[in-house]
């Protein structure tokens, strides 16, 4: 029945005016009281990224005038910021003809013990992974920050068939909820009651945007002196009216640069329906509006995630990082711009380096 259903499905969409993209309602803004302030940005001449400013090249501006910082970590120290990759999969359970976490995370039973010593190895800096996983509306903590190559195996192997990892390998369950004006979609044509959000199949599918804010959320209590990125592996659907511009909004108020690897969609053969691949589109721009970088596989193998994390990783440490600790004050705490500038340096252009802080 079930797979008739679909067909039918199938056989709807393919007339359905509902395809095309239209109009979203607009983001939610979060707002996180912040102890310290880091703000990642990189230096580019050309296609080149600059590897050598110095603390006096850099002016942090506060609501637009100058202020102290006490932090600068740039590529060119030699002992640097810790830096954690925080990887979140989106394993939402198989649906017939459109999704099978499966198929897509192919790198589940080849990924090696050694393969995650090579990621986790020291450059200038040590590096930590932590784990999550998201399935229906439910985030689950797999890893937290480690170095440790058995553990982090053991936390990919058990991406997407935890039970196969043994007991508590399936994580500690984070609930979720939806953000302020957003709301479930439920199955059902496409009215005006379930706007851009109601993407094929998406009754299905599970809470992915609302689970990323989650990670992000987990990251805002961290509160310490490490720098980190957010990558995340999904389509970008899910089952709920909350938008990629969402998880944005908090990704930049707290200064954490999200890469975004699309799944499933690249190279399918099957079918390309506009809506979905609109609602992937927005999920991918995360990586340029928050200054990470975004990729598209249609299939995640080992060789494919290991490279993966050596870029981000490249990446990230290519990056410079200025921050401070706000004074603390007995008022109302205050929502502040802060933005990155160049004292000199003609010609060299800036790449992020811009949030909103509250303290």
């Given at each position: 029945m079930?797979?008739?259903?679909?067909?039918?499905?199938?056989?709807?969409?393919?007339?359905?005016?509902?395809?095309?993209?239209?109009?979203?309602?607009?983001?939610v803004t979060f707002r996180t009281q912040t102890r310290l302030v880091l703000l990642?940005?990189?230096?580019?001449?050309?296609?080149?990224?600059?590897?050598?400013?110095?603390?006096?090249?850099?002016?942090?501006?506060?609501?637009?005038?100058?202020r102290d910082f006490s932090i600068f970590d740039s590529p060119a120290t030699q002992v640097r910021m810790p830096l954690e990759l925080v990887l979140l999969?989106?394993?939402?359970?198989?649906?017939?003809?459109?999704?099978?976490?499966?198929?897509?995370?192919?790198?589940?039973?080849?990924?090696?013990?050694?393969m995650s010593r090579a990621v986790l190895q020291k450059d200038t800096a040590d590096i930590r992974i932590s784990v999550?996983?998201?399935?229906?509306?439910?985030?689950?903590?797999?890893?937290?920050?480690?170095?440790?190559?058995?553990?982090?195996?053991?936390?990919?192997?058990?991406?997407?068939?935890?039970?196969?990892?043994?007991?508590?390998?399936?994580g500690e369950a984070i609930a979720l909820s939806l953000p302020p004006k957003r709301k479930h979609v439920g199955p059902?044509?496409?009215?005006?009651?379930?706007?851009?959000?109601?993407?094929i199949s998406s009754e299905f599918r599970g809470w992915p945007m609302e689970a990323a804010i989650g990670v992000l959320d987990e990251m805002a209590a961290a509160q310490d002196r490490v720098a980190r990125v957010f990558v995340m592996f999904s389509e970008g659907i899910?089952?709920?009216?909350?938008?990629?511009?969402?998880?944005?909004?908090e990704a930049l108020d707290l200064g954490i640069p999200i890469y975004p690897v699309a799944t499933n969609y690249k190279g399918h053969i099957l079918f390309t329906f506009p809506r979905n691949l609109f609602r992937m589109r927005q999920f991918e721009s995360l990586g340029k509006t928050t200054g990470g970088r975004e990729v598209e596989?249609?299939?995640?193998?080992?060789?494919?995630?290991?490279?993966?994390?050596?870029?981000?990783?490249?990446h990230a440490l290519s990056e410079y990082m200025v921050g401070f600790a706000p004074p603390s004050t007995d008022g109302t705490p205050k929502e502040h711009k802060l933005e990155i500038k160049l004292a000199s340096k003609s010609g060299v252009a800036l790449e992020g380096g811009k949030r909103r802080a509250t303290y």
């Open positions: 079930l797979r008739a259903r679909h067909a039918l499905l199938l056989l709807a969409i393919g007339h359905s005016p509902a395809q095309q993209p239209s109009q979203d309602p607009e983001p990642s940005f990189h230096a580019i001449h050309g296609k080149d990224y600059v590897p050598n400013l110095k603390q006096s090249d850099v002016v942090l501006l506060e609501d637009g005038k100058p999969f989106d394993v939402n359970p198989k649906i017939v003809y459109f999704w099978d976490p499966e198929d897509v995370f192919r790198f589940v039973p080849e990924w090696t013990e050694d999550y996983r998201c399935s229906g509306k439910t985030l689950y903590r797999v890893l937290r920050a480690s170095t440790d190559a058995k553990e982090l195996t053991k936390a990919l192997r058990g991406t997407v068939r935890p039970e196969f990892q043994g007991p508590g390998a399936e059902g044509p496409f009215t005006k009651d379930y706007p851009t959000s109601y993407f899910g089952a709920t009216t909350t938008l990629p511009e969402d998880v944005g909004e596989y249609h299939q995640i193998t080992a060789a494919t995630l290991r490279k993966i994390l050596e870029d981000f990783k490249s």
